[in-house]
T-cell receptor, first 121, second 113 residues
């Protein structure tokens, strides 16, 4: 249980284009989803927190107009990197926290998607 | 003190060895802690949760020292498949759930023949 999927798993795009990444909770309802970014040899850095049906809250230093987040349902959140540039190349990972029938999800436990590797040329 | 601090390693150990990692944290109000495992170019996967003094799961033991604000992860009888980066994770809030997580930079373990 507590499976989170991400799509696409990797993407290569030209500078200036926009890229949309989907994050889905497959067997539970994700009341909260998180988006992280990880550069090589660095730790995961939280970018934003999204709650279903409300606007995302962004961490300090993360441009909300560049990284658009939509959490339209209890099982889907999307991150759109607008006008991507080479410095946006990174490993983007979502995680989900919520409740599911038959599952115990500890209060702070987050389950991670497999990540999306973005390369901007 | 950093929010979460780990020795990056790498720790190179022979198969069968016992290895321990430490992690220090700055928020004295933190109630729960996590160890995640991350393989190269993969997502983190939850290894253990620690809510009280410690937790044990097979070859893995996590211990919490609140007075000194550190948690440790002990791996006994290391396997080649244990090679990975181990992330120490601490909720930002004072506890009670619903908190954002702060990740350490991870400790890299390499188990060799």
């Amino acid at each position: 249980g507590a499976v989170v999927s991400q799509h696409p798993s990797w993407v290569i795009c030209k500078s200036g284009t926009s890229v949309k990444i989907e994050c889905r909770s497959l067997d539970f309802q994700a009341t909260t989803m998180f988006w992280y970014r990880q550069f090589p040899k660095q730790s995961l850095m939280l970018m934003a927190t999204s709650n279903e049906g409300s606007k995302a809250t962004y961490e300090q230093g993360v441009e909300k107009d560049k990284f658009l987040i939509n959490h339209a349902s209890l099982t889907l959140s999307t991150l759109t990197v607008t006008s991507a540039h080479p410095e946006d190349s990174s490993f983007y990972i979502c995680s989900a926290r919520g409740q599911g029938q038959g599952l115990y999800l500890g209060a702070d436990t987050q389950y991670f998607g497999p990540g999306t590797r973005l390369t901007v040329l | 003190r950093k929010e979460v601090e780990q020795d990056p390693g790498p720790f190179n150990v022979p198969e069968g060895a016992t290895v321990a990692f430490n992690c220090t944290y700055s928020n004295s109000a933190s109630q729960s802690f996590f160890w995640y495992r991350q393989d190269c170019r993969k997502e983190p996967k939850l290894l253990m949760s620690v809510y009280s003094s410690g937790n044990e799961d097979g070859r893995f033991t996590a211990q919490l020292n609140r007075a000194s604000q550190y948690i440790s992860l002990l791996i006994r009888d290391s396997k080649l498949s244990d090679s990975a980066t181990y992330l120490c994770v601490v909720p930002r809030g004072g506890g009670g759930g619903g908190n954002k997580l702060t990740f350490g930079t991870g400790t890299q373990l390499k188990v060799e023949l």
